[in-house]
């Protein structure tokens, strides 16, 4: 995804794990959001500095290793950084991270601002007990609506279900919940496992299996 001035959305493939980290831009108020931020913090500080944005807070999916190694080292450089999660996965965040005063547990369907841009909170777990997606509507500066999936939905995929506190019925439930945003719905997805970078959810529902499942037991069944 190119990186465009007054685009609201910049998309960074970080790491080894082909992570997608996002920064959220309000170019009006020039605050900015990080979502899922990875240890390699470099080309995301440079772009923050190169247009003159001020990082105000951390959107975490959830907490795997590969979606919070940059939450420290960002914390470092800037403490008061707000911090939002969902509660059931903060028994993954360190205690420092924990205890830092900007930190907020996540509500379902709650509104969230990155400057004057509105953002709503949707628990989608399955892949981890507390995933959230975080979606953008059309709004001024935002011609499109965005959905970022952390690791619920990959392109033409869905995430693992077989960790600790994942789930298929939980994972079928949040598969449902999107399939209710609207078609035009750009998805912002966790990894760069497809050879896209983004999707809709219009193109998920025609060509994703996750999508097509009609039960838990099909969706269980998939390879």
Same mark, same amino acid.
């Given at each position: 995804?190119?990186? $465009?001035?007054?685009?609201?959305? /910049?998309?960074?493939?970080?790491?080894? &794990?082909?992570? /997608?980290?996002? $920064?959220?831009?309000?170019?009006?108020?020039?605050?900015?959001?990080?979502?899922?931020?990875?240890?390699?913090?470099?080309?995301?500080?440079?772009?923050?500095?190169?247009?003159? /944005?001020?990082?105000?807070? #951390?959107?975490?999916?959830?907490?795997?290793?590969?979606?919070?190694?940059?939450?420290?080292? $960002?914390?470092?450089?800037?403490?008061?950084?707000?911090? @939002?999660? =969902? %509660?059931? +996965?903060?028994?993954?965040?360190?205690?420092?991270?924990?205890?830092?005063?900007?930190? %907020? #547990?996540?509500? +379902?369907?709650?509104?969230?601002?990155?400057?004057?841009?509105?953002?709503?909170?949707?628990?989608?777990? =399955?892949?981890?007990?507390?995933?959230?997606?975080? &979606?953008?509507? @059309?709004?001024? =500066?935002?011609?499109?609506?965005?959905? &970022?999936? =952390?690791?619920?939905?990959? #392109? *033409?995929?869905?995430? *693992?279900? +077989?960790?600790? +506190?994942?789930?298929?019925?939980?994972?079928?439930?949040?598969?449902?919940?999107?399939?209710?945003?609207?078609? !035009?719905?750009? $998805?912002?997805?966790?990894?760069?496992?497809?050879?896209?970078?983004?999707?809709?959810? !219009?193109?998920?529902?025609?060509?994703?299996?996750? /999508?097509?499942?009609?039960?838990?037991?099909?969706?269980? %069944?998939?390879?």
């Amino acid at each position: 995804m190119e990186k $465009l001035v007054n685009q609201p959305v /910049f998309q960074y493939e970080i790491g080894d &794990f082909k992570n /997608f980290v996002y $920064l959220i831009l309000d170019w009006e108020s020039k605050k900015a959001a990080v979502v899922d931020p990875q240890k390699n913090l470099e080309p995301i500080l440079s772009d923050l500095e190169k247009y003159d /944005f001020e990082l105000v807070s #951390i959107l975490l999916t959830h907490t795997h290793h590969d979606h919070i190694a940059g939450v420290g080292p $960002l914390l470092a450089l800037k403490p008061n950084l707000s911090i @939002r999660v =969902g %509660e059931k +996965d903060l028994h993954r965040l360190s205690d420092t991270i924990r205890n830092v005063s900007g930190l %907020e #547990i996540l509500k +379902d369907a709650e509104s969230l601002h990155v400057g004057g841009l509105k953002l709503s909170a949707h628990h989608t777990p =399955g892949h981890s007990a507390g995933e959230y997606c975080y &979606f953008m509507d @059309r709004q001024v =500066g935002v011609s499109s609506p965005y959905l &970022f999936t =952390g690791d619920t939905i990959f #392109i *033409r995929d869905c995430g *693992r279900t +077989d960790f600790p +506190d994942g789930s298929n019925d939980e994972m079928f439930q949040s598969i449902q919940k999107i399939k209710k945003f609207p078609l !035009e719905t750009i $998805l912002m997805v966790g990894h760069h496992y497809a050879p896209e970078t983004i999707t809709t959810l !219009e193109q998920e529902l025609k060509s994703s299996p996750p /999508f097509q499942c009609q039960s838990v037991q099909e969706l269980a %069944e998939l390879p």
